[in-house]
């Protein structure tokens, strides 16, 4: 069969022109569709839409995508015409948005009257809270805790890292678990997994000595220029706010790193790398901490969402560049995977993102596995609760950050 993509491009520019969306977004009637692609030809030909405006892959293996009310009606004839078996997932984003703004106003007045502390994991904490925390935490448990500024974003907001000890302060004669949330600033469960673990470990110490062999440097929010954007304009933001041309804001940070990195042109996709490697404040603030500890880093573990996925390198090529320790990194992925599993999470994936998703270049378990030398890097794609993607509702966070912390538990226990 003869694939019918080659209209996509120019369909795409004669709906929105080259110009930006407002900065003000609403997700109204956009539909989000679960595609299955059983072929490495229909995942290929299903690709040729990925940086056209006003359509959103919102996993990585591309398999969800979100399209703009005027694509729709184009996109479906073209599911059609390529015999793509799919589904309407999500009627209308905005919808969702919606009601997971509803929540959080309703909560947040719940709580003001109540006199309620910050601490809890009913709702998602903003930029605000989220530094507040890890101050409050550096303040009580000094002989547990450091936190620090690693960096300072674009728009001047601090990036924040904090290390957690039993050596009053990461010495390095213990091994290293390194672990980075919310570098895609749409991806908020993410974060509150790893504030989670950050709340059970300090807070909670006493009952994870086996943890505590271990140091722990922990980076919750990764890019927060873009994380507070998707709290206050545009819930589906990616990328930082850096303006990558006059047009078009924003550079994938998860694409920006001096591993194997490749430009790419389209400045207004949601995927663009970068002028260069590394040109982003943010990765350049990573990359300093992340050679501080160097080989000593027993296990690195990007955080993001949504999959159900356990990744590990090399993702730069197909067919695919095994990592030295392929064999390690799978025992280790699966043990993770069935720990989860055992206290009814879903049931992870794991496997080389290559293979099992698709090739992508300057991500940072490639950089930390191939240039820092970690004997394990991997990325985790969290669960997204479902139909739910991204708006994970925040009643089910506790549940999600819970299952998640297993993975935390059994990689440091074992790696």
């Excluded at 839409?49 to 591309?62: P, T």
């Excluded at 399209?67 to 996109?75: G, N, R, V, Y």
């Excluded at 709702?123 to 805790?145: G, R, S």
């Excluded at 390095?172 to 678990?177: A, D, L, Q, T």
Aim: charged share 20%.
């Amino acid at each position: 069969m003869k694939y019918c993509a080659a209209v996509v491009v120019l369909l795409a520019l004669a709906v929105f022109g080259q110009s930006a969306f407002a900065e003000q977004v609403s997700y109204r009637d956009y539909k989000v569709y679960s595609i299955r692609v059983d072929t490495v030809e229909k995942h290929n030909v299903l690709k040729r839409w990925q940086d056209v405006r006003g359509v959103d892959f919102w996993d990585r293996a591309g398999y969800r995508v979100m399209i703009h009310p005027s694509l729709q009606e184009a996109f479906e004839r073209f599911l059609n015409l390529n015999a793509f078996s799919y589904e309407r997932i999500i009627e209308d984003v905005e919808a969702t948005i919606e009601a997971e703004r509803k929540y959080d106003q309703e909560y947040r007045r719940r709580k003001a009257a109540s006199g309620r502390a910050t601490v809890d994991f009913e709702h998602f904490w903003t930029n605000a809270e989220v530094n507040a925390y890890l101050d409050e935490l550096a303040q009580t448990y000094p002989n547990l805790v450091r936190v620090a500024t690693i960096g300072t974003t674009h728009e001047g907001r601090p990036i924040k890292s904090i290390t957690i000890s039993t050596n009053n302060g990461v010495a390095g004669s213990k091994p290293v678990v390194f672990i980075d949330g919310g570098i895609h600033a749409r991806e908020w469960a993410g974060v509150m997994s790893v504030l989670y673990l950050i709340h059970e470990l300090v807070e909670h110490s006493s009952s994870y000595a086996d943890m505590l062999n271990k140091d722990w440097v922990i980076i919750p929010v990764a890019n927060p220029d873009g994380y507070e954007f998707s709290h206050t304009d545009n819930r589906m933001w990616r990328k930082n706010r850096f303006p990558a041309t006059i047009l078009c804001t924003g550079i994938d940070l998860n694409r920006n790193w001096d591993y194997l990195w490749v430009f790419s042109s389209n400045a207004c996709s949601d995927s663009y790398a970068g002028t260069t490697a590394f040109s982003e404040l943010e990765t350049q603030a990573l990359d300093r901490v992340l050679k501080q500890y160097g080989s000593n880093i027993a296990v690195y573990l990007a955080v993001h969402t949504y999959g159900d996925m356990i990744l590990y390198p090399y993702g730069h090529s197909w067919p695919f560049v095994p990592v030295a320790n392929q064999a390690a990194h799978i025992a280790l992925g699966e043990q993770a995977r069935d720990a989860i599993t055992a206290v009814g999470g879903p049931r992870y994936v794991v496997g080389n993102s290559a293979e099992i998703l698709y090739t992508a270049n300057g991500c940072s378990d490639d950089y930390v596995a191939g240039v820092i030398g970690a004997r394990y890097a991997y990325t985790l794609e969290l669960t997204g609760g479902g139909r739910n993607g991204f708006d994970l509702p925040a009643t089910e966070i506790m549940a999600v950050a819970t299952q998640t912390f297993q993975i935390y538990r059994t990689m440091a226990n074992n790696a």
